[in-house]
Nanobody
Framework: QVQLVESGGGLVQPGGSLRLSCAVS????????MGWYRQAPGKQRQLVAT???????NYADSVKGRFTISRDNAQNTVDLQMNSLKSEDTAVYYC?????????????WGKGTLVTVSS
């Protein structure tokens, strides 16, 4: 079935950059909106950025001007370029996609990738 796999997480120093990638695989007819969410220790999961199939983007206020979300519709991938990273960005980042399969349209989640911002 449909699977979302994130990559690119790791340890980075404050002020540094990191690029996350997410690939959608399986029998996929179409991928609509995609997004990145994160969950820090002791915190609720929150939206980071979303992008529609038409390319419209939305960002959480906390990451505006620092993060950029992009997608490749031909490859069914979505990336998150993270610049000027802060310790507050430390979290597990999850990829999300609204996917049309043979029978249904539903949201799928990746397993998450850990981003740690620390000196």
């Amino acid at each position: 079935q449909v699977q979302l796999v994130e990559s690119g997480g790791g340890l980075v120093q404050p002020g540094g950059s990191l690029r996350l990638s997410c690939a959608v695989s399986g029998i996929v007819f179409r991928v609509y909106a995609m997004g990145w969410y994160r969950q820090a220790p002791g915190k609720q999961r929150q939206l980071v950025a979303t992008i529609t199939d038409g390319g419209s983007t939305n960002y959480a206020d906390s990451v505006k001007g620092r993060f950029t979300i992009s997608r490749d519709n031909a490859q069914n991938t979505v990336d998150l370029q993270m610049n000027s990273l802060k310790s507050e960005d430390t979290a597990v980042y999850y990829c999300n996609a609204d996917v049309q399969t043979t029978r249904v349209r539903m949201n799928y989640w990746g397993k998450g990738t850990l981003v740690t911002v620390s000196s």
